[in-house]
C-alpha cells in the first residue's frame, strides 16, 4: 500500500472519527441545554397560561415555547418568558445554557436572588428580568458580553456594582424601582456605547458624577426619586444626543444653563420637578422645538415665563410650572398662553401655586382641543370665568381654586361633558349654581367651597350619579337638601357646612353605603335616624343645627367613627350608654345641649378616663388586629359581629385560617432529616398564634371585671416567647418582634 493511500485512509479516518465526535457531542450539549431547562420549569410553582405545557422530552426542545435555538449548533441561544405570570425562583441550571445570548423573563411573579451562575453565560447580551419580585444584591460578576441590563421593578437592594465598567458593551441600564443605595459610580462615565441610564426610584445618594457628561451616545438620563444632592454637572447639558434628562424628587440645586434650549436640540423631555432649581426659565428653551414633556414644578424657578415659551413646540403634550415663585400678580403675566395656542398636541397644561396675577386671557379658548387638564389654582388671578372655556370639550380636570375670580360660573360650563374634577374652592363667585351643572355626569369630585353662591342645590345634580366628593360649605346656600342625594351611591365625603340649609336631613343620606365623612354643621337642619346605617362613617359633623330630642341609638352602630360632633344643638335626654361602642371614636363633642349623664368611657381609642382595665382592652383589640389584619370596621360588622366574636368563633381549629397572611408561615427550609422537626416547628407557631388570640379576647371581654390582668398578659406573653425562641421560620421571627422579643434583620 502506497504512502499516498495510507495518508488518504488515515484522512479519512479522522474525518469520520470527528463528524461521529461533533454528533455526540452535540446531542450531548442539547441533551444539557433540555436537563437545564427542565431544572428551570421545576422551580416553577404557578403557570396559570400553561405556558411551560410544551416542555417535555416528547418535543424537540427547540420547538418550546419561548425557545429559540441558533441555527448552526441547535443550542438555545434566547428564552424569552415575559409576561407569562410565572412564579417561582430563577433556576441556577440556566447558568448551564452555554449558548444563551438573552434572557427575557420580564413581568413575571420570579422571587429570590438572581443566581450567581449567570456568570457563566460568556455570550450573554441581552438580560431583561424587570417587573418581578427579585430580591437581594446584582451580582458583581455577570458577563462582560452584556448590552442590556434591566432589572427595573423588582426588590433589589445593596449598591451599583463597580464592575459594571467591564461591561464596555453595555447599552442600556435599568434598575428603575429598586431598593438600591450608595452613589452613582463614576466609572459609569468610561462607557461610551451606553445609551440609557434608568436609576429612578432608589435611594441612591451622593452627587451625580462628572464623569457622566463624557457619555457621547446618552439618550436617556433618568435619576428621579432619589436622594441626590449637588449640582447637575454642566457637561451633562452638552450631549447633544440626549432627548429624556429625568431628574425630578431629588435635592438637586442650581439654575438652568441659558443655552439649554440650543445645546440640546433633540430633547424631547425633562422633568427638574421637585428640587431645588432657581432662576428664570431660559429663554433658549423656546427653540427646543421636539419637547413633548416639561415639568418644571416645585422648585423656586422665578420670572420670567418666556412669553413665546411654546411657539415652537408643536409636538408639546404636557407643561407643569405649578409651585415656583413665576408672576407677580401682573396683568400680563399669563401671557405665555397666547404661546400655547401652537401646541396643538397640549394635554395637560398646571401652573398653580405661583403669584400670577390678571385675567385669564381669552386665547385660553384656543388651546388644543386635546387639553383634559387645565390646573391654575393658588394665585392671584381676577375677573369671571371666561366662558370661552367650554370649547375645551376634553378637558377632565379643571382646578381654578384659591384665586380672586368673581361673578357667576358661566352657564357653558354644561358643554365640558368629560369633566371628572372640578375644583372652584376658595374664590369670590357668586350667583347660583348654574343647572347646567347637571350635564357633567362624569364628575367624581365638585368642589365650590369658600364662595359666594347662593340659592338652592340645583336639582340636575341628581344626573351626577358618580359622585365621590361634594363640598359646597361655606357659601349662602339656603332651602331643604334634595331627598336626591340618597342616588350617590359612590359618595365618600359631603360637606354642607356653613350654609342656611333647613328642613330635616332627608332620611334618604342612610342609603350612603360608602359614606366616610359627613359635615353638615353651622346650617338649620334635624337630625335623621338613617345616618346609623352610614357603616363606614370616620367623620361626623352636626354642630351647630337645630336637632331636637335624644342622640339616636342607630349611632351605636356607627363603629368606623373617629370622630363626632353634635355641639350646639338641641339635644336632650340621656347620653347613651351605646356610645361606648364606638370603638375607634377619639373625638366627641356634646357640648352645649340638654344632655343629661356621663360621657361614657371610650376604652380605646377616645381617650376617656384612663384605666388599667381600659389599658388592657385596647390592648387586647390591638392584638386582634395585629393577629388578624382586619379593623373593627372590617366586613363582619355588617352581620353585628365584633373583631372579638369573630376570633371567638375561629377557635382553636379555625385559627390559621383567620390569621393574616402577612405572618403565616413560609415554606419549611430543605434540611435533610428535618421533616419532623419542621413538623414541630409548626406545631409550635400554630400553637403560639391560638394562645395570643386567647390573650386578645381575654383581655377585651366586655366587663372589666372579666378582663385578663397585666400581670397574667405578661405571663403569657413571656410563656409564648419562650415557645417561639429557636424557631426559625419568618412567622416565628416577626411574632417575638411585635411582642418586643429579639429583632432580626430582614433575610
Known amino acids: 500500500m502506497s504512502s499516498l493511500l495510507i495518508q488518504k485512509i488515515k484522512l479519512l479516518s479522522s474525518v469520520l472519527i470527528f463528524s461521529v465526535a461533533t454528533k455526540v457531542a452535540g446531542r450531548l450539549s442539547a441533551e444539557t441545554d433540555q436537563q437545564a431547562l427542565l431544572s428551570f420549569k421545576d422551580l416553577i410553582t404557578e403557570d396559570p397560561l400553561g405556558s411551560l405545557s410544551s416542555w417535555n422530552n416528547s418535543l424537540d426542545l427547540c420547538k418550546w415555547d419561548g425557545v429559540t435555538c441558533s441555527r448552526e449548533h441547535q ?291 384656543n388651546l388644543s382641543s386635546h387639553l383634559n387638564m387645565l390646573v391654575a389654582g393658588r394665585n392671584q388671578l381676577v375677573g369671571n370665568i371666561p366662558a370661552g372655556i367650554s370649547t375645551l370639550v376634553n378637558l377632565a380636570a379643571l382646578g381654578l381654586e384659591e384665586n380672586l375670580f368673581s361673578g357667576v360660573i358661566p352657564f357653558e360650563i354644561g358643554k365640558l361633558r368629560n369633566l371628572e374634577l372640578v375644583s372652584f374652592h376658595k374664590n369670590k363667585l357668586s350667583g347660583p349654581i348654574p343647572e347646567s351643572i347637571g350635564n357633567l355626569t362624569r364628575i367624581f369630585g365638585l368642589d365650590l367651597e369658600g364662595n359666594n353662591f347662593n340659592g338652592t342645590i340645583p336639582s340636575s345634580i341628581e344626573n351626577i350619579l358618580g359622585l365621590q366628593i361634594l363640598d359646597l360649605s361655606n357659601n349662602f346656600l339656603t332651602g331643604p337638601i334634595p331627598k336626591t342625594v340618597g342616588l350617590f351611591s359612590t359618595l365618600t365625603f359631603m360637606n354642607l357646612a356653613h350654609n342656611a340649609f333647613i328642613g330635616v336631613l332627608p332620611l334618604e343620606i342612610g342609603e350612603l353605603n360608602n359614606l366616610q365623612e359627613l359635615d353638615v354643621s353651622e346650617n338649620k337642619l334635624h337630625i335623621p335616624s338613617t345616618l346609623g346605617n352610614c357603616l363606614k362613617l370616620e367623620g361626623l359633623f352636626l354642630e351647630g343645627n337645630t336637632f331636637q330630642g335624644s342622640i339616636p341609638s342607630s349611632f351605636s352602630s356607627l363603629k368606623g367613627i373617629e370622630s363626632l360632633d353634635l355641639s350646639r344643638n338641641n339635644l336632650s335626654g340621656q347620653i347613651p350608654e351605646d356610645l361606648a361602642a364606638l370603638v375607634l371614636l377619639k373625638n366627641l363633642n356634646l357640648s352645649f345641649n340638654n344632655l343629661a349623664g356621663e360621657v361614657p368611657s371610650q376604652e380605646y381609642g377616645m381617650g376617656g378616663r384612663t384605666s388599667k382595665e381600659g389599658d388592657v382592652y385596647s390592648y387586647g383589640i390591638l392584638l386582634l388586629e395585629m393577629l388578624t389584619g382586619k379593623r373593627p370596621t372590617h366586613e363582619f360588622i355588617a352581620n353585628g359581629q365584633s373583631l372579638r366574636e369573630f376570633c371567638m368563633l375561629a377557635l382553636p381549629e379555625r385559627v390559621m385560617e383567620i390569621v393574616d397572611l402577612r405572618i403565616q408561615l413560609e415554606e419549611p427550609t430543605k434540611v435533610e432529616n428535618d421533616a419532623q422537626n419542621e413538623k414541630v416547628r409548626q406545631a409550635k407557631i400554630r400553637e403560639s398564634l391560638i394562645s395570643l388570640v386567647r390573650i386578645g379576647i381575654a383581655c377585651s371581654a366586655e366587663s372589666p371585671g372579666q378582663r385578663m390582668n397585666v400581670k397574667d398578659v405578661i405571663i403569657g406573653l413571656t410563656t409564648i416567647k419562650e415557645v417561639l425562641l429557636g424557631v426559625d421560620i419568618h412567622a416565628g421571627r416577626q411574632l417575638r418582634m411585635q411582642l418586643g422579643g429579639e429583632g432580626t434583620s430582614r433575610e
Open 75 to 365: 443550542r438555545v441561544a434566547v428564552l424569552d418568558l415575559r409576561g407569562k405570570s410565572l412564579n417561582g425562583i430563577i433556576s441556577p441550571f440556566l447558568g448551564n445554557l452555554s449558548f444563551l445570548r438573552s434572557i427575557n423573563l420580564q413581568d413575571n411573579k420570579f422571587k429570590g436572588k438572581i443566581p450567581q451562575d449567570l456568570s457563566r453565560l460568556f455570550r450573554l447580551q441581552h438580560l431583561n428580568l424587570s417587573g418581578n419580585f427579585i430580591q437581594g444584591e446584582i451580582p458583581s460578576n455577570l458577563s462582560n458580553s452584556l448590552r442590556v441590563v434591566d432589572l427595573s421593578f423588582n426588590e433589589l437592594v445593596g449598591k451599583l456594582p463597580a464592575s459594571f465598567v467591564s461591561f464596555s458593551n453595555l447599552t442600556f441600564i435599568g434598575l428603575y424601582t429598586n431598593n438600591l443605595i450608595g452613589g452613582i459610580p463614576p466609572s459609569l462615565g468610561n462607557l461610551s456605547l451606553l445609551r440609557t441610564i434608568r436609576l429612578g426610584r432608589n435611594s441612591i445618594t451622593g452627587t451625580i458624577p462628572y464623569s457622566i457628561g463624557r457619555l457621547p451616545n446618552l439618550q436617556v438620563f433618568g435619576i428621579g426619586l432619589n436622594k441626590l444632592s449637588g449640582t447637575v454637572p454642566p457637561p451633562l447639558y452638552n450631549i447633544s444626543t440626549l432627548t429624556q434628562l429625568i431628574i425630578p424628587a431629588n435635592q438637586l440645586t442650581g439654575s438652568l444653563p441659558q443655552d439649554i434650549g440650543l445645546t440640546l436640540p433633540r430633547l424631547q423631555s425633562i422633568s427638574v420637578a421637585e428640587n431645588q432649581f432657581w432662576g428664570p426659565i431660559p429663554v433658549s428653551l423656546s427653540n427646543a422645538s421636539r419637547l413633548e414633556y416639561l415639568d418644571l414644578s416645585q422648585n423656586n424657578l422665578s420670572n420670567p415665563v418666556p412669553f413665546d415659551l411654546g411657539q415652537k413646540m408643536k409636538d408639546l403634550v404636557w407643561l407643569n410650572l405649578g409651585d415656583n415663585n413665576f408672576g407677580s400678580a401682573d396683568a400680563r403675566d399669563l401671557r405665555f398662553i397666547d404661546s400655547l395656542t401652537n401646541c396643538s398636541k397640549l394635554q395637560k397644561l398646571a401652573f398653580a401655586g405661583n403669584g400670577f396675577g390678571g385675567v385669564l386671557p381669552t386665547s385660553i379658548a
